[in-house]
């Protein structure tokens, strides 16, 4: 695997570059910034619950990942402007692992909620997971659609109907 700070650089569908690093633990005030530009929608989505902001607490969580079973990606147009974010948690046999993406509210639409899936799925291949999911409300139709367009399968969530898991067989 690349050292933790290197780059991968990507083009999204749109035409738009992208930079993606591993988060580290100097990123909380980067992260803090970045959720300030996602939509509230969209952090209801990402978080599965309504919020104003995401707390400290929250972004404490994501910048102290083990890189093991918890990876955090950022996404990072060319004058640095954090763009968008993708983690991926496996469990602990490393067969399956969850996905959860968040594009700043000015930057939908431009391919970076595609790249960072795509991203992602290449780096849980990488690792050797066989399954790659996302927990989704029903409403999030735009980011389902985005991972149906990259071969995810939906199916109802047992016990919640507002819900949805969507998962792509990586093996």
């Known amino acids: 695997m690349s050292d933790i700070t290197s780059f991968t650089e990507v083009m999204a569908r749109s035409g738009l570059r992208l930079s993606i690093r591993r988060v580290t633990r100097d990123d909380r005030a980067l992260l803090k910034d970045f959720f300030e530009g996602v939509s509230l929608e969209d952090l209801r989505f990402r978080f599965l619950t309504a919020m104003l902001k995401v707390s400290d607490e929250q972004i404490a969580i994501m910048v102290d990942v083990d890189h093991k079973q918890t990876e955090d990606f950022l996404a990072f147009i060319d004058d640095g402007t954090l763009v968008g974010t993708a983690m991926i948690a496996t469990d602990p046999s490393r067969e399956r692992a969850e996905v959860a993406i968040a594009v700043r509210a000015d930057f939908k639409h431009r391919g970076v909620g595609w790249t960072l899936l795509n991203h992602a799925a290449e780096f849980a291949t990488a690792i050797g997971i066989k399954t790659l999911e996302a927990v989704e409300s029903r409403l999030n ?11 995810f399968t939906v199916k109802a969530y047992p016990g919640d109907a507002t819900l949805v898991i969507v998962s792509k067989q990586l093996r």
């Open 141 to 151: 139709q735009k980011a389902i659609e985005v991972e149906r367009d990259s071969g």
